[in-house]
């Protein structure tokens, strides 16, 4: 498990049976690489009381799409993708997760950790006794998903940060990854870097889409790359729609909250 820049959640890490939804084991069949049914996480805070962070959350992302979530800070997106990276454990509800399934984290100064590209792609194929040139194909590969083929030699030092963010997805895809949760990548990013990203991991679900991405982003105009969209407020799920209804209804919100203010 790579805690550095992404990490894939090895078979030995799987989720505690308790939280597999038992009509989900066979997701493939199903069409569906997430889902989620009434699913809870608290925290105990001191006195022992129980504060909800995640609340009934229901919903499901079919195979192959790249789906956004998005919501006020706070809300509970980052906890959310937590749980279903398996780095957190529901308090109850049921969660599947087609796997292997990779989290990339937000700041793209923690994504990378050897001193070039191909080597930093090639860091997580160490352990599966693989040729020099299977591995050497896989690296080539998942960085042509991400239109990083140019910089095989690159030290990563000199990438900018949407680089490197792309690097960390291309090490994700070289393990086979086949569900990517990725927290806010471009928060730290410039337009081009930003648009980069999201272009990248559109290209990463590939021609036959067996990668499925969950991208938590606060940035609207990234909606118009979604296949279909997930709002949360306070821990819940209050909305899952196309992208466009999304952006809609937060719009909507974001109105009603300023007439409010000024009135
Ligand atoms: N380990 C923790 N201890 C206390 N509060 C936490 C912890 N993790 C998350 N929270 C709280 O849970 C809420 C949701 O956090 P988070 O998932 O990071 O929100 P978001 O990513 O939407 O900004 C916040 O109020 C945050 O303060
Ligand atoms: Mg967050």
């Known amino acids: 498990m790579r805690l550095v820049r992404s990490f894939t959640v090895t078979p030995h ?37 129980l504060v909800p962070i995640l609340r009934d959350c229901s919903f499901s992302v079919p195979l192959g799409q790249l789906w956004m979530l998005l919501g006020p800070n706070g809300c509970g997106k980052s906890t959310l993708l937590k749980v279903l990276a398996g780095l957190l454990k529901p308090t109850n509800g ?64 000199t990438l900018s940060g949407g680089q490197k963010q ?26 081009s870097d930003q648009f980069g990203v999201i272009e990248a991991v559109k290209n990463s679900l590939g021609d036959s889409r067996d990668v499925t991405a969950l ?20 821990g819940k799920i209050v909305m899952q729609a196309d992208g466009v209804s999304i952006l809609n209804f937060i719009k909507n919100r974001q109105s009603s909250y300023i007439e409010r203010i000024n009135s």
């Open 215 to 234: 991208w938590v982003t606060h940035r609207l105009e990234e909606l118009e790359y979604a296949d279909g969209a997930f709002y949360m407020e306070d």
């Open 13 to 49: 890490l799987l989720s505690p049976p308790h939280s597999i939804h038992p009509s989900r084991i066979d997701g493939i069949e199903s069409g569906v690489a997430i889902e989620c049914s009434n699913l809870n996480y608290s925290i105990t805070k001191k006195q022992r009381k």
């Open 94 to 157: 049921h969660v599947y997760v087609k796997r292997p399934k990779s989290f990339v984290f937000q700041n793209p100064d923690h994504q990378v950790v050897m001193p070039t590209v191909e080597a930093d792609v090639a860091f997580g194929l160490g352990n599966l006794n693989l040729t020099h040139d299977e591995v050497r194909s896989k690296v080539a590969k998942a960085l042509d998903a991400v239109g990083m083929s140019n910089y095989l030699q690159r030290p990563v030092q």
């Open 166 to 191: 792309r690097v960390a997805i291309a090490g994700a895809l070289a393990e086979a990854c086949k569900v990517l949760l990725l927290d806010e990548l471009t928060t730290f990013l410039d337009e």
